[in-house]
C-alpha cells in the first residue's frame, strides 16, 4: 500500500521541444533540461529530454505517441514552433499540429504545459504577429498553462548567446533552468 502511495507521487515532465531545450552547441550536461533535472534530485520527478534540433511541429507530433507510450508522462512541456516560423511555414498548419499534440497528450492523462515562443521581427508584422498570438489562442482554447518565452530577457544579450545569435551559451542556460525551475515547480508540484 505504501509503495502505491509512493508511486502515485512520482511524476515525469517530457520536454518537447527544439534546439532551444536540446542543449545546441552544447553538451547535454549544459542545458537546462538537464540542470532542471538536477535541481529536482530530491523531488520525485523524471525529466525526459525529447527535444531535438531542427524539429519541427510536424516531426514532433509524429514522434508524440511513441514517447507518451514509452514514456508515460504526468506533464508534457511544448517548446515548438520556432523552425516552423523561421522555415516559413503556414501558421495556420502550425496550430493545427501544436492543436493535435494537445489533443492527444490531453487524451493521454497529461498535463500540458505550452511554452510562448518568438520569432525574429524580419519575417513582416503581420507573420510575426500571427505567429506570436497562436500560442495565447491554443491556451486559451485548450485551458492550458502558457509559459513565457524563456528567452525574453537573454536573446537580445549578446553575452548570453552563442555566435549564431539564435541559440543561448551555457551561461543563459543557467539562468533559463532557474526561471523555469520557478514557473514549472507550482505547476508540477501544487
Given amino acids: 500500500m505504501i509503495s502505491d502511495h509512493l508511486q502515485a507521487k512520482q511524476k515525469t515532465l517530457l ?3 527544439d534546439s532551444l531545450s536540446a542543449a545546441y552547441g552544447l553538451t547535454q550536461e549544459q542545458g537546462w533540461v538537464s540542470l532542471l533535472q538536477d535541481a529536482w534530485k530530491s523531488q520525485p ?3 525526459i529530454n525529447a527535444a531535438i534540433s531542427g524539429e519541427t511541429t510536424d516531426g514532433a507530433l509524429a514522434r508524440l505517441p511513441r514517447l507518451l ?3 508515460q508522462p504526468s506533464h508534457i512541456l511544448i517548446e515548438l514552433g520556432g ?3 523561421l522555415q516559413g511555414h503556414s501558421v495556420t498548419k502550425m496550430k493545427d499540429n501544436l492543436t493535435a499534440i494537445i489533443k492527444l497528450s490531453k487524451q493521454n492523462d497529461t498535463t500540458v504545459l505550452l511554452q510562448q515562443m518568438q ?3 524580419n519575417y513582416g508584422k503581420r507573420y510575426t504577429s500571427m505567429f506570436s498570438n497562436t500560442y495565447a489562442q491554443l491556451a486559451k482554447e485548450h485551458a492550458v498553462e502558457l509559459l513565457p518565452f524563456f528567452l525574453e530577457n537573454i536573446a537580445l544579450n549578446k553575452e548570453l548567446m552563442q555566435k ?3 541559440h543561448p551559451n551555457a551561461e543563459a542556460q543557467i539562468l533559463i533552468a532557474r526561471d523555469m525551475q ?3 515547480e ?3 508540484f501544487p
Wanted: proline share 8%; hydrophobic share 40%.
Fill in 119 to 121: 520569432i525574429p521581427t
Fill in 164 to 166: 549564431d545569435g539564435i
Fill in 83 to 85: 523552425n516552423d516560423g
Fill in 69 to 71: 507510450a514509452q514514456h
Fill in 182 to 184: 520557478q514557473r514549472l
Fill in 186 to 188: 507550482p505547476l508540477i
Fill in 15 to 17: 520536454i518537447l521541444g
Fill in 45 to 47: 520527478i523524471d525529466v
